[in-house]
C-alpha cells in the first residue's frame, strides 16, 4: 500500500512538472500553490495509522484456498504482488497486447515495465495472473490480508495444504473426510 501510495504522490509531481513546464513561467507560482494543496490533501486523506481488521481464521483459509497447493516460489511471488492489484491488471492487460512475446524476449520486455519485481515475474505464469486479474477483489483481499496478517496467512496456507494432504488417497485406495 505505501509503495502504491509513493507511486502515486510521484505520478502526481511528476505530472505538476509537465503542466510547469509546458504553461510557462507566469504559471509557476499558482503550480506551487496547486501542488501543496494536492500534497496536503494527500497526506490528510490518508491516515497512515488506519488498520484493516483481522480476519478470522476460516476466513483466511477460504482466502488462499486457490493458491495454497502452489509451489513455495510461485506462492511467495503471488503473495506479494497480492498487494500490488493495480499492477496485476496492467500485467494482463499488457500481456493481452503483446502475447506474440516469448522466452527472452518476453522476459526482457516485461522487466522495462515499472512494476514491482513480484509482478514482473508472474509473466512466466498466466494462468495466475488471468486468476489475480479475473478476480480483483479476491486479489485486493488477499494482498490486504498478507500485509496485516503475514503469519495468520502463512499458517493458513499449511492448514489447507495439511487439508489437501488428508485428503489424499491411501494406499487401499480410500479417501478420509475432513
Known amino acids: ?10 505520478c502526481v509531481i511528476a505530472i505538476v512538472g509537465l503542466a510547469l513546464l509546458s504553461s510557462g513561467p507566469g504559471a509557476l ?8 494543496a494536492q500534497s496536503q490533501v494527500m497526506t490528510t486523506t490518508t491516515p497512515t495509522t488506519e488498520e484493516a481488521p483481522k480476519l478470522a481464521s476460516g476466513e483466511l ?7 495454497a ?17 493495480l499492477e496485476i491488471i496492467q500485467l494482463q492487460q499488457w500481456m493481452d497486447r503483446n502475447k506474440n512475446l516469448q522466452g527472452k524476449a518476453l522476459a526482457d520486455a516485461v522487466a522495462k515495465q515499472p512494476w514491482d519485481p ?14 489475480m486479474a479475473g478476480n480483483i477483489q479476491w486479489t485486493t483481499d488477499l494482498g490486504n490480508a498478507f ?6 496467512v502463512m499458517d493458513a496456507v499449511q492448514t489447507m495444504r495439511a487439508k489437501a494432504q488428508d485428503q489424499r488417497p491411501t494406499e487401499s485406495g480410500d479417501r478420509n473426510s475432513l
Open 1 to 10: 500500500m505505501k509503495a502504491q501510495k509513493r507511486k502515486l504522490f510521484h
Open 29 to 36: 507560482a499558482q503550480q506551487a500553490q496547486s501542488q501543496q
Open 61 to 67: 483459509d477460504s482466502l488462499v484456498a486457490p493458491i
Open 69 to 85: 497447493l502452489y509451489p513455495d516460489p510461485l506462492l511467495a511471488q503471488t503473495l506479494a504482488a497480492s498487494t500490488y492489484p
Open 118 to 131: 513480484s509482478v514482473q515475474s508472474l509473466v512466466e505464469f498466466p494462468d495466475v495472473v488471468q486468476r
Open 147 to 152: 500485509l496485516a496478517q503475514q503469519s495468520d
